[in-house]
């Protein structure tokens, strides 16, 4: 008996998890390719394994012919005879061997063999195992870390955990434990096959499932999970019950529950939003925690206009876009959000665009009273209304409804609403009027100092240019500081007032100059 044999095949058993009949199948497999590595690609090998002895037989069978065309699986029939007399051509002749003859070569061949079939049945059974698996969590205890990448022991095999699938804030170490989610199974990797990851949106479903009894009993669902690995995440809930707080089943008593799920992502944030059937109330709730003021619904485009306060709007948008992204993965709507400053300013650029219902011609007055009595005040709603809702009012009818649609169509092509014209402001502009205010601003500073440094030169007040700004200097008050100036002296006569004064009195000096003499 063998015992060396039983004994390896228990163990392979026991640690790769193959069975033992498949494991034989396997042996009996190699040792058919080393006997054809010897003797030839067409030699006929047969091996029968004892599975209670341990013992291995092995046998080359030739077929016995006349002529012999192949001498690797055929033999004549006089050579045949000379072994065994009562041989006939189309007999076989069955020899013994023995594992000595194989050579050192032919037995590395079978050893491969072995190996490779060991291999493949180890990744078969590892992907029928994982395969109805995925997404599911599983715990194991980390074997290796090699360039980021973690090698996890699972029960009966490794999962891989790659780098890209890890929380930035992880940090792990031989023989701790790490809980992940099964992400996908590779049944032709080279290495481990089963891929985790701790990143995936899931894997904070399965945390919550595993954490709380009323997840896992279907009382409380998640309806959908948006996660930023590492960062933030949210998640919307909805209970069946109408007993049950779904929000606080998950907070649990004073955070117990929400606060070991937040120790297991490394300090992530998790944001707990109570699902609503209602587009606006939902998306409204998962921009918290800023408030909305209100929310436009367009179902045709899938898309939320939100208004929220100034002072919300950094809050509602977060640190860059953060809240703003995963509210709309959360809900599955296109978020436009906008100050309450803003959509004020939309508002009155829409009402600038709407023709008034009596500025257009072509209508009665009094059906024009009667339009703007049922609340059609614009040219623009009369254009979009039904003939069926026009004749709903009362003394319209269906022609005079078609008549008013057409004038109204007509109208609309004929003159289109003219948006407020806005002046363009470009950085040029900006910088040319900079530069003329302090070309300005230059020009007045030289024309004072020019009046300190020559007083003689009186300009009058008519002459100075006539401005459009006022430079007020940032100066103390002269009242506060300063006694009371004396009052100013009169101002000196003009050059050409003492030029007249001059000529007046010329006589009178000749006068003088002739008594003197």
Not at 398 to 416: D, F, G, I, M, N
Request: net charge negative.
């Amino acid at each position: 008996m063998n015992y060396e044999i039983l004994d390896a095949l228990s163990q392979i058993t026991r640690e790769k998890s193959v069975e033992r009949q498949n494991l034989i199948e396997t042996l009996e497999a190699g040792l058919v390719s080393a006997g054809r590595k010897k003797f030839g690609p067409t030699a006929n090998i047969q091996v029968v394994f004892d599975n209670a002895t341990g013992g291995i037989s092995l046998w080359r069978v030739l077929d016995v012919v006349e002529t012999v065309e192949d001498p690797v699986a055929q033999i004549a029939l006089t050579e045949a005879q000379v072994i065994d007399p009562q041989l006939e051509a189309g007999s076989q002749l069955r020899y013994p061997l023995s594992l000595e003859e194989f050579g050192r070569n032919a037995i590395q061949a079978a050893k491969q063999v072995f190996i490779q079939r060991v291999r493949e049945a180890e990744r078969e059974r590892i992907f029928q195992e994982f395969a109805d698996k995925v997404g599911t969590l599983v715990r194991g205890v980390v074997q290796q870390v090699d360039r980021g990448n973690v090698i996890v022991k699972l029960e009966r095999c490794e999962g891989f955990l790659p780098a890209r699938e890890q929380i930035p804030r992880d940090h792990h170490r031989q023989n701790d434990y790490v809980r992940a989610i099964v992400l996908n199974v590779d049944k032709m990797a080279r290495g481990p096959q089963v891929i985790l990851s701790r990143t995936h949106p899931d894997f904070l479903r399965r945390l919550f499932e595993s954490e709380v009894p009323e997840i896992a009993e279907r009382i409380v669902e998640i309806k959908a999970v948006a996660r930023e690995a590492g960062g933030r995440s949210k998640i919307s809930v909805y209970s069946h019950d109408p007993r049950v707080d779904a929000v606080g089943s998950c907070v649990g008593l004073k955070g117990s529950r929400v606060q070991s799920i937040v120790r297991e992502l490394g300090g992530e944030r998790i944001d707990i939003v109570p699902w609503s059937s209602d587009a606006g109330i939902f998306v409204s709730r998962a921009l918290s925690p800023a408030k909305v003021l209100d929310v436009r619904v367009i179902e045709v485009e899938r898309r939320c206009q939100v208004v929220v306060a100034d002072d919300q709007l950094s809050l509602a948008i977060g640190k860059g876009g953060q809240n703003a992204r995963l509210a709309a993965k959360l809900t599955g709507w296109k978020i436009d959000l906008i100050s309450k400053s803003e959509d004020l300013k939309r508002q009155e650029a829409e009402r600038a665009l709407l023709i008034p219902l009596a500025d257009m011609q072509g209508l009665g007055p009094k059906l024009i009273e009667k339009l703007i009595g049922a609340g059609i005040e614009t040219v623009q709603e009369l254009a979009g209304s039904k003939i069926d809702d026009l004749t709903d009012i009362e003394g319209v009818g269906e022609k005079t409804a078609e008549k008013a649609l057409e004038v109204a169509r007509h109208w609309l092509e004929v003159h289109p609403p003219q948006p407020p014209a806005e002046v363009e402001f470009t950085p040029e502009m900006e910088k040319d009027e900079a530069m003329a205010a302090v070309a300005a601003l230059e020009t007045a500073v030289a024309g004072a100092q020019v009046v300190d440094e020559a007083p003689t030169e009186v300009v009058e007040i008519e002459d100075l240019p006539e401005t459009d700004y006022t430079i007020v200097p940032d100066l103390p008050s002269p009242a506060a500081e300063e006694p009371e100036a004396p009052e100013a002296p009169e101002a000196p006569e003009a050059p050409e007032a003492r030029e007249a004064e001059s000529e007046e009195q010329a006589p009178g000096d000749e006068k003088r100059e002739e008594g003197v003499e």
